[in-house]
């Protein structure tokens, strides 16, 4: 029962009736279902938060210590409305990331959620890519398009605005200097709005539709996967997203590397690099020294700039990025670190370097996982989990239930594989030669933030 239940709360995730029709404004759907999930699933829960547990996957540890990390981080400031904000609304999605690793314990279990998520999101996008070429259709070439920019840009965040979908003016084309050319980019449902958002989406779910595809134990209807593929192609098209296709080609270069070794995945996956630019437009010119590249660099480097002592510990206050420097980072790692400070940071880090860890583990010693399927499924997860850290680098999404899912999944399915092998024992165990790995790891990613940004950023250029 509490899996069903959590399975329909996963599908409520992707699909918001509330912003489909007006019958269910108001309705918080979400937040009874979770509820309800929670209710049926208190033991294993509780499971969850033991001891050994913690110790055994230590993913577990680092997501309860992002929560701390929102509360120390308003409470260094003294700031109260923001504490109870904060970690009410991060209680969600920590009470969504332990329902998925405590329910999803089985791999007929793992199976059934990332084709029920496949499913789930391709629906939503399906929905989003028609409503996109409605949108483009009635505002291309309407001369109010402007205007309703402007209007837009001036209401306060999180207003509704005139356009449902992201217009961005096409500086790169000047054939014509009396007419704008605009850019179209799709936005997704609720908290899938961004076009990067639905981007890494379908890069997730496109690992998903092949995995199943290839399931040769499904027998013909396996076919039917090639339908929401085709899809997935149209709207990752329709999001026109750098951060997509780069995180594309971190799939597939891992992907490669797990199934057929590092020299298969180097060579295919430098070919692919020198294709992007000539194939894609505008989601491939991916430049750092103008546009859209370098306003993020200096986004970084104005969130950085604030982490000065004492702040540097418990960072500027969760939710307070857009405050200090005007937008927020586009970039989960800074983001993390500069609104949680240097605990809470690295508490997110561990939350992927952990579960990255042992893939690595996995592939370096050649273990071997009894379970037929769970072998099958390992290049796959390896591939989204890597997809989504590199769409981390253009998203500020430390706090969503979205990279909590993944984290979930790669975390039950490391669970798992540690579970199927000759003697069961865990992947990697919590211990000080493993914390000393991830301290460093990310000590290096923290000072690498503020070199990057060093040299990279061109103020006043």
Known sequence: MAYLLFLLTNFVLFIRPSE?????????????????????????????????????????????????????????????????????????????????????????????????????????????????????????????????????GDLPQGEEKLLRHVVELNMNDTTDANFHVYVYRMRGLGIFNDPNDVAILIVVVSLISVYFLTDKSMGPIRKIWIVPLCLLVVGMYCTQSRGGILATAVA?????????????????????????????????????SSGTGQSRIQLWGDGLAELVSPRVFFGIGEGMYAEYAGLVAHNSYVHAFVEMGLFGGTMFFGCLFFPAYAFWRMHRDKLYIQDEELRRMRPYMAAILASWCMGLCSLSRCYVESTYMIIGISAAYVNLAGFYQWKPRPIVLFNRFIAERWLLCSACLFVGCFVFVRIFARYGG
């Open 252 to 288: 597939g270069t891992v992907w490669l590397a797990t199934r057929y070794g590092g020299r298969v995945a180097m060579a295919l996956g430098g070919m692919i690099a020198a294709m992007i630019p000539v194939a894609l437009g505008r989601a491939g010119d991916i430049a750092l």
């Open 20 to 152: 489909i029709s007006t019958l269910f404004q108001g309705v918080q759907l979400y937040l009874f279902l979770i509820i309800a999930t929670i209710v049926c699933a208190a033991r294993p829960l509780q499971n969850q938060l033991t001891r050994r547990v913690l110790v055994q996957q230590p993913v577990n540890l680092c997501v309860l210590g992002v929560l701390v990390g929102v509360a120390l981080s308003h409470l260094s400031l003294m700031y109260l409305f923001g504490l109870r904000t904060g970690v009410y609304s991060f209680s969600k999605t920590v009470a969504y990331y332990l329902l998925l690793v405590a329910l999803v314990n089985t791999p007929l279990r793992l199976r059934w959620f990332l084709m029920c998520t496949a499913i789930s999101a391709s629906v939503m996008i399906a929905y989003s890519v028609r409503d996109y070429f409605d949108f483009v259709g009635h505002w291309d070439g309407n001369p109010m398009l402007y205007q309703a920019m402007i209007h837009d």
